[in-house]
């Protein structure tokens, strides 16, 4: 066992609450609302006692865990929990799971985003359960006048085997609950782990193949109206007046007004970014009236001009530019192409870059291209507010609550302790609801009317209101020396309005000679993160570009991975180097052995691809098959290093969910922008991946490891979208530079 | 505004609704059925997918004057305890991931078996293609559609 302590920082990171008073559940009011009871109880819990913030543990042994983090189909509702049974060493099935609330207090990093929910709970989780059971081992110490350190616990059940004392967690429940939280706790062996590493069922699965409201747009309330926007059609227009005489007599309208998102004199932490800051609103009585009145509803709108704003992202401040204009996708691709001409600003370099590809025996130069996404959530943006003068109750999905909260409490100029956030499953996030201007909007709409309300953004609204992946530009040069090794590198990126380059990542560290530099460009559509943000782009480009270095070099596309990483691993080029080139091989070599890589097949077509990224290692083999032109992939075979793994079926799902993505946006995802209109605006336009296209099979590997977990949601995401690029080589002799692939 | 009696999961219900609202906003706004999702309000996506007698329908298109006595199966009333062959099959091959697109797949899937209880693969991938999910958990269901008709053969 090791010993940790439960302190973290100045403070307690669990705190003791006494006995439940206001606390206590009781039985029957949870026993009716819960759909299928996971045990067969002998008895129905009489009452609940709070063992700290994320733990309940009923008078008949049934343990309640709030699941800290919001849900968006990454599984953190199973895992997080199943994290916290672990150490408190109970039955799964004795586990009821409740989405936690917003509370600061009780909880830390209560988002998610940048796959870190397990990998920065990991810890406090598991001492959370930790600290549990030592409680109510102390508990039985006491009640049984023996020494904690002769009691043992086994699924639920403290036992002194010399007295032949044993009693259930629940009887020593309401002692626990009174005791001060140790100093220190013990947690267990990695190889005593009997939940953590066994596949657990998503506890809501019954619940979503039985449609029950799960979901924010699912929030209905006594008196409740429904509110939708209208926002100006083009980035870089401002509005200027609503035209609302035809709109508002329209059946079940209550309200037209317009709203204003920030105060003009806040200044924006990194995830209040907002598409349009002054908008219309229309409310009414149902969906349907106010999606009529919105077609009649017309609004003028005016240019904008360019403006600087200061901005700070945790804590350090930053300048963001806003030029005025109607921007284009075919001026960004010249601006783009005219950054990438110029010199830029060089961030790393090693070796003599300049005299490496004078001597070089070969050079390779290749440009990679790739549009804005929209996010498309399928649930679309949405929330629900009852701000009152007394109290603001907003209840939805979102990514960040925790930053939202504080950016709300400014606009409302009500204290962090009146407002109280909800969260509901998300469906869907990728990026998108960590900028919940929607939030502020609902509540805003909330206060004017006096009412609880709930603002839903059509599709239309959603994607044409978006907080987009940025469009991407990056020239790669390679030189080659007379024996066909990778000698010098360069690589220069840009983007609008951000560079995707991570300086210090591979091949950087591997190459003797290596220069790196970046460029952006500034731009009114807005933008932000996206599923594994960057290196969805990096990975895609880098990737390719390899594969046709080590065409160019005679060598197969993983042998000459494989001699760089050994290069970054025995001799490594610079200090900084981000990544670990021995779990890097490792997942190359796995999905090397497990898809039989190497073995001819006359109309299987394959490309390989591996990345680093959110500290995890993701390596890809994809089979291609062409039919009638048309390129189909077969299968995926996937390996990963992203430490301990928790559920293994959850994590196989989410790998699954990032590789099919992966190839629906290499393939179709797009948005272009004509005069800062955005060309698409629904599902009949922005192609997605449909189930005909998805591999017919994807298999996913773990690589066994002791390592703490590491990030899972977005690492399978990034490399995919050049498995698929080479494997189309492969399929048609032709190299796919600019993304979508595929024009639909 | 109009009456209309309709025959929902077994049961009658009268809304009092604009005659054009599409069947989607009166199960969600006016009868508190929100398993039937909203994604797209243009019969591209197939989360509002329902059953309108024994046939599978889009019903963000779907006015409710439209409807006359065919009788409404949402994902609420596709079984009365949640034990639906599909329902189990979703259940065992964990298929959700953010969960939002499933009940309109599912109820998608049920309609295609009640057609034909053993259809091919290409049948699946043919009906299914009409519903988007974007955590793309494509493969998953295709599978779960598999072991429920195996399963239902008995
Ligand atoms: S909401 Fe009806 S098909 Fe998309
Ligand atoms: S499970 Fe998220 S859209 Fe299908």
Redesign the pocket.
């Given at each position: 066992m090791s010993t940790v302590s439960t302190k973290i920082g100045r403070r307690f990171f669990i705190k003791s609450s006494t006995l439940a008073g206001g606390g206590i559940m009781l039985g029957f009011n949870w026993l009716a609302s819960c759909q299928m009871p996971k045990k067969e109880l002998s008895s129905v819990p009489k009452e609940w006692f709070k063992i700290n913030g994320f733990l309940k543990i009923s008078d008949n042994g049934l343990v309640t865990i709030m699941s800290p983090n919001p849900e968006g189909?990454q599984n953190v509702k199973t895992s997080m929990p199943m994290i916290v049974a672990e150490e408190l060493d109970v039955n799964w099935n004795d586990v009821i799971v409740e989405q936690a609330p917003l509370d600061t207090a009780n909880f830390t990093r209560q988002f998610i985003g940048g796959s870190q929910a397990i990998r920065r709970g990991w810890e406090s989780l598991r001492m959370t359960g930790a600290c549990a059971r030592h409680m109510l081992k102390q508990a039985a110490a006491q009640a049984w006048q023996v020494p904690l350190e002769e009691l043992t616990t086994a699924s639920g059940v403290i036992q002194h085997e010399k007295t032949g004392h044993s009693a259930g967690y629940g009887e020593m429940a309401s002692a626990a609950a009174t005791l001060p939280v140790p100093e220190t706790v013990e947690l267990k062996e990695i190889k005593d782990f009997k939940i953590i590493g066994t596949s657990r069922k998503n506890v809501d699965g019954q619940k979503i193949v039985t449609g029950q409201p799960l979901f924010g747009i699912d929030t209905y309330r006594e008196g409740m109206l429904t509110a939708m926007i209208v926002h100006p059609p083009a980035f870089g227009l401002k509005l200027k007046s609503v035209d609302d005489s035809a709109a508002r007599n329209m059946p079940g309208i209550k309200d037209i007004f317009t709203i204003k998102v920030f105060n003009e004199d806040y200044e924006k932490e990194f995830f209040d970014t907002c598409t349009f800051t002054e908008i219309a609103v229309i409310v009414g009585n149902s969906t349907w009236e106010v999606m009529n009145a919105k077609k009649a509803l017309k609004i003028s709108c005016e240019p904008i001009t360019s403006s600087t704003e200061n901005r700070s992202r945790f804590g350090s401040k930053y300048t963001q530019h806003t030029p005025a204009g109607l921007e284009s996708t075919t001026d960004h691709k010249a601006q783009m192409e005219a950054m990438a001409a110029k010199p830029a600003e060089i961030v790393r370099k090693d070796g003599n870059p300049d005299m490496a590809f004078k001597k070089a025996a070969k050079i390779i130069e290749r440009t990679f291209t790739a549009p804005y996404l929209a996010h498309n959530c399928?649930e679309p943006m949405n929330f629900f507010a009852d701000v009152t003068s007394e109290k603001a109750t907003l209840i939805g999905p979102l990514q960040k609550p925790e930053f939202t909260e504080k950016a709300l409490s400014a606009r409302l100029g009500m204290p962090l302790e009146k407002i109280d956030i909800q969260m509901t499953r998300l469906?869907?996030g990728y990026g998108r609801r960590s900028y919940a201007h929607w939030l502020i909007e609902a509540a805003l709409i909330s206060q004017k009317m006096n009412a609880p309300v709930k603002l839903i953004y059509t599709r239309e609204d959603d994607m044409t209101d978006g907080i987009y992946r940025p469009a991407y530009h990056i020239k790669f040069r390679a030189g080659l020396d007379g024996s066909n090794n990778l000698n010098a590198f360069h690589v220069k990126a840009g983007g609008i309005p951000e560079s995707p380059l991570a300086k210090d990542r591979f091949p950087a560290g591997a190459v003797d000679h290596y220069l790196a530099e970046e460029w952006t460009i500034d731009t009114n559509l807005t933008v932000g993160s996206f599923r594994a943000p960057r290196s969805n782009f990096m990975a895609s480009a880098e990737q390719s570009f390899l594969d046709e270095v080590a065409e160019a070099a005679g060598k197969d596309p993983i042998d000459f991975r494989l001699e760089l990483l050994e290069k970054a691993s025995k001799n490594p080029v610079g200090e900084n180097n981000d990544y670990d080139a021995n779990r890097y091989a490792g997942v190359l070599k796995m999905v090397r052995e497990k898809s039989g890589w190497g073995k001819e097949s006359t109309d299987i077509y394959r490309g390989v691809s591996a990345y680093f990224c959110h500290n995890s290692y993701a390596a890809q083999v994809l089979d291609m098959k062409m039919e009638n032109g048309t390129p189909k992939v077969q299968k995926v075979t996937c390996a990963i290093d992203c430490g301990i793994v928790v559920n293994p079926d959850g994590a196989k799902n989410m790998a699954e969910g990032g590789i099919v993505d992966g190839i629906g946006n290499a393939f179709f995802g797009e948005l272009t922008f004509k005069d800062g209109v955005p060309e698409k605006n629904n599902f009949d336009k922005y192609r997605m991946i449909r189930m005909k296209e998805a591999p017919k099979e994807i298999d996913v590997y773990f690589v066994e490891s002791n390592i703490d977990p590491t990030g899972l949601g977005e690492p399978t995401f990034p490399p995919t979208f050049a498995a698929v690029a080479n494997a189309l080589y492969q399929a048609t002799g032709k190299r796919h530079y600019h993304q979508p692939f595929l024009k639909s | 505004m109009a009456k209309f009696n309709l025959i929902i999961n077994g049961n009658q219900k009268e809304v009092d609704v604009d005659p054009s609202t599409p069947v989607l906003w009166v199960l969600r706004d006016h009868l508190k059925l929100v398993g039937t999702k909203y994604g797209c309000g243009i019969a591209q996506c197939g989360a509002c997918t329902i059953h309108l007698d024994d046939t599978a329908i889009r019903s963000c298109q779907l006015p409710v004057s439209a409807v006359g006595n065919q009788a409404i199966t949402t994902i609420e009333g596709l079984s009365e305890n949640g034990d639906h062959p599909l329902q189990k099959a979703w259940v065992a091959h964990d298929v959700?991931?953010?969960?939002?697109?499933?009940a309109g797949?599912i109820m998608t899937a049920a309609a295609l078996l009640k057609a034909n209880p053993n259809p091919t693969e290409e049948t699946i991938e043919a009906t299914m293609n009409g519903n988007?999910?974007?955590?793309g958990?494509y493969i998953r269901i295709r599978k779960a559609i598999q072991t429920a008709a195996s399963n239902q053969q008995g």
């Open positions: 189909g399928m469906g869907g | 959700p991931q953010c969960g939002y697109c499933q797949q988007i999910c974007r955590c958990t």
